[in-house]
């Protein structure tokens, strides 16, 4: 069965392109490459002064905004030049001239819209006001904000059950927009709050509240100062969170042991020039930001982790230091069946299972027990499978073997990749609340919190798609392209009674809509957000648990914009006629959100003052004073058997990653500088060997079919084949394009992720 058969299109549209091109990338990542990309780019855009104005606030303390790209912490020096090339293009793109008013919509039908490419669509500008589907003329047309959320109310007040409704979350939303939008959602009765976290790293979350009793990283940019050795696994560091460049840059200068664990060798885990050293970049002189490369089969890292602890073990035989025995005693439970199990693995299985040699993963294991002091670094190559969990755990399993938590340069540290996604979940979208936080947010707020759990994002997808969920409400992002499954997912907004997307560029989702639909025009990060009180600020968590503040710098795309929390109080009093919940207090000054969060989030406390810090403040990790709130009431070993990773004959694991020249579902061009790729995003990287045995060369064109667990299948068409260095049985391509071979019903029944880098394919000549 084919359920879904796609063409190859290009980002630039459906015209004739220029021919691809493919030159293998030798120089080193970020430096004078970077440069001149940022450069073209601002030239493209048209951001000559404003562009470099922005540069200049951006990750700054005090009166900067936070870059709306990655989740990276931002420099602890106060580096003048705390920015990298992606975030560059993200701000600039958001800074456009451009702008998307109803004219343009009225010139242009949802059903032609719907035939441009996904990079046509968001090159076109802002949006400017709320706009509503009109079926009649199949056009947006204006609507005023006061009807756009009566519109919303009237949808919500409607529905026979309050879980009928699903509220998804980008990671680019503000704490304060973030707690009053679990704070509507959970005063409506529903628990529904799917976000992007469900897609990215629920699977570290789980793994790391099970091992540590706490769900997020321990380190914090400090450690990876002093750390002795850095392990990063299953992460594109020059695209995905370039500022680690600069990290890494500085250990390897310092004489720190910098290993990458990555199915590809990818620019940035060879050298670097940084844009900000600026004799560097007069002499063209690199830094090396890796001193070991291994290239695992897709999915074969946790394999390689227990082949590490296998050789740690081992070790420990002959050099008890090894192991640190007190720590282990003392902190953990559940040591002796780990090493039961270790000890039972056997290498073949290790090596069939990881698609590395012995003599490489002991390589890794000496580096290891070398360090006094080591930090595990991992990304979506690691989740985004169905043992996802268990290889994080076998992460930490590692650590307390050798008592890397709880002290200066070691422990656990997961890149996290939208520039607030942990925030979010700090802040309460979570469709699985602990009860301690619906305790508290009753306390606080005065509400009766649903208790049941919600939908996450592959549930809510199925529930519109039966008809159980009528209204979807999206805050950021690009839902339609960013979930698997693209046709199914699709099929199910086109379900809903109601969709609201608020945004600040027209996408996708705005054309894959409900029966009504609302596109509501937020202001973006680099805005200044002006309300009754006077200029406010936003607040951001990165990716090891810093909260700050962020202000925004330049006049609003459009005086017809509302904040993001402006606009879910509003829709928050349409819905709530009766509530005693003061949203426009709120709105008018978020001050008065950050008080009553102080008093909802553990953490929070003080929250006015100590977010004004220089820097901010660190949320509490209780896993790094050696607290383990679990069960035991320590650290617990977990004793997972390894999974069967190996492709069946025939077949290859496909992952899905992004180009460099792109963020998230943003598609800045269709070039990929640092993988050689020029004029081309329907591509498969693949093996040359395992290209040899299809009759492939460079360029070819092949039909790619995946096979689902419940049998099905899906294809795209005529994409090209690129030879690259990639393990035998693995291959890899772009999202969002490659999302629909991901089927609906392939997640992780251990973290309910979809499988976006373990996709069973089989790639032919195109027929």
Same mark, same amino acid.
């Given at each position: 069965m084919t359920d879904q058969d796609t063409s190859g299109q290009s980002a630039e549209g459906t015209g004739k392109q220029p021919s691809p091109q493919f030159r293998p990338y030798h120089h080193p990542a970020a430096g004078w490459g970077a440069a001149k990309s940022v450069t073209r780019f601002l030239i493209r855009e048209r951001e000559l002064v404003d562009g470099p104005r922005a540069i200049q606030k951006m990750n700054h303390e005090g009166r900067g905004f936070d870059c709306p790209g990655c989740a990276w912490p931002d420099d602890l020096k106060g580096l003048r030049l705390d920015i990298c090339e992606n975030g560059i293009k993200h701000v600039t793109w958001e800074m456009t001239h451009k702008r998307v008013d109803p004219s343009f919509f009225a010139a242009h039908t949802v059903s032609e819209l719907a035939t441009w490419s996904d990079a046509e669509l968001e090159a076109q500008g802002r949006l400017t006001q709320p706009m509503t589907y009109d079926p009649a003329s199949d056009t947006y047309v204006p609507i005023s904000w006061q009807d756009a959320f009566a519109m919303v109310g009237q949808a919500l007040r409607g529905l026979d059950d309050p879980d009928q409704a699903a509220y998804y979350t980008s990671g680019r939303l503000g704490n304060e927009a973030t707690f009053l939008y679990q704070l509507m959602a959970r005063e409506l009765g529903t628990n529904n709050l799917p976000d992007c976290s469900n897609m990215c790293h629920e699977a570290s979350g789980r793994a790391l509240q099970a091992a540590l009793g706490t769900g997020k990283g321990t380190v914090d940019l400090k450690d990876w100062e002093v750390t002795d050795a850095l392990f990063i696994l299953g992460v594109n560091v020059a695209s995905n969170a370039p500022r680690m460049l600069t990290s890494l840059a500085e250990a390897h200068k310092r004489g720190a042991k910098i290993v990458h664990v990555n199915p590809i060798v990818e620019a940035g885990a060879t050298r670097t020039i940084i844009p900000h050293d600026i004799m560097d970049m007069a002499l063209f002189r690199s830094t090396p930001t890796?001193?070991?490369n291994l290239q695992p089969r897709i999915g074969g890292d946790m394999a390689f982790l227990r082949g590490m602890a296998k050789a740690v073990l081992a070790e420990a035989e002959s050099d008890p230091?090894?192991?640190?025995?007190?720590?282990?005693?003392?902190?953990?439970?559940?040591? +002796?069946?780990?090493?039961?199990?270790? +000890?039972?693995?056997?290498?073949?299985?290790? +090596?069939l299972q990881s698609g590395l040699?012995?003599?490489?993963?002991?390589e890794a294991a000496r580096v290891y027990?070398?360090?006094?002091?080591?930090?595990?670094s991992w990304c979506l190559g690691i989740t985004q499978h169905e043992h996802g969990v268990d290889t994080v755990r076998e992460i930490v399993n590692l650590l307390l073997l050798r008592g890397n938590l709880g002290r200066e340069g070691a422990g656990p540290s997961p890149v996290r990749g939208h520039s607030n996604v942990q925030g979010n979940r700090t802040c309460g979208i979570d469709h699985r609340p602990p009860k301690e936080f619906l305790d508290r947010l009753a306390a606080a707020c005065k509400i009766d919190p649903p208790r049941e759990h919600g939908l996450d994002t592959v549930g809510t997808i199925e529930a519109m798609h039966r008809g159980d969920v009528k209204v979807f409400v999206g805050m950021g992002g690009n839902f339609a392209l960013a979930a698997p499954d693209t046709p199914y997912t699709s099929a199910a907004l086109r379900k809903c009674d109601l969709t609201v997307q608020v945004s600040t560029k027209l996408n996708r989702s705005h054309l894959v809509h409900g029966r009504q639909a609302l596109i509501l025009p937020c202001l973006g990060r680099t805005e200044k957000d002006i309300q009754k009180s006077g200029e406010q600020a936003t607040s951001v968590e990165d990716s090891?648990?810093?909260?700050?503040?962020?202000?925004?710098?330049?006049?609003?795309?459009?005086?017809?914009?509302?904040?993001?929390?402006?606009?879910?109080?509003?829709?928050?009093?349409?819905?709530?006629?009766?509530?005693?919940?003061?949203?426009?207090?709120?709105?008018?000054?978020?001050?008065?959100?950050r008080d009553t969060m102080a008093k909802a989030l553990d953490g929070f406390e003080d929250f006015n003052r100590r977010v004004r810090l220089p820097l901010g403040f660190r949320l509490t990790q209780p896993a790094r004073e050696l607290v383990f709130l679990t069960p035991s009431g320590r650290a617990e070993f977990s004793a997972a058997e390894l999974p069967d990773v190996v492709p069946a004959r025939g077949m290859l694991k496909l992952g899905t990653m992004r180009s460099h020249d792109q963020w998230n579902t943003t598609i800045y061009s269709?070039?990929?500088?640092?993988?050689?790729?020029k004029n081309l995003r329907t591509l498969i990287f693949m093996n040359e060997a395992d290209m040899r045995d299809r009759g492939l060369e460079l360029f070819d064109e092949v039909d790619i079919t995946s096979t689902a667990k419940d049998g099905t299948t899906r294809s795209v068409s005529r994409y090209k084949a690129v030879p690259y260095d990639i393990p035998r049985g693995c291959a890899a391509g772009y999202m969002p394009e490659l999302n629909v071979l991901c089927a609906i019903g392939d997640y992780s029944t251990q973290s309910d992720q979809p499988l976006m880098k373990n996709v069973n394919v089989e790639v032919t000549p195109a027929g």
């Open positions: 890796s001193t070991l230091k090894a192991l640190d025995r007190e720590f282990i005693d003392r902190y953990t439970a559940g040591f +002796e069946a780990y090493r039961e199990l270790c +000890e039972s693995t056997s290498w073949d299985e290790i +090596e040699g012995r003599a490489a993963i002991e027990c070398e360090a006094d002091r080591s930090v595990f090891m648990s810093m909260v700050h503040l962020s202000v925004g710098m330049k006049r609003p795309a459009s005086p017809h914009l509302l904040s993001e929390p402006a606009i879910i109080a509003g829709m928050a009093r349409a819905a709530l006629p009766d509530s005693t919940t003061p949203w426009e207090e709120y709105t008018e000054d978020y001050d008065r959100i269709d070039d990929d500088r640092y993988r050689g790729i």
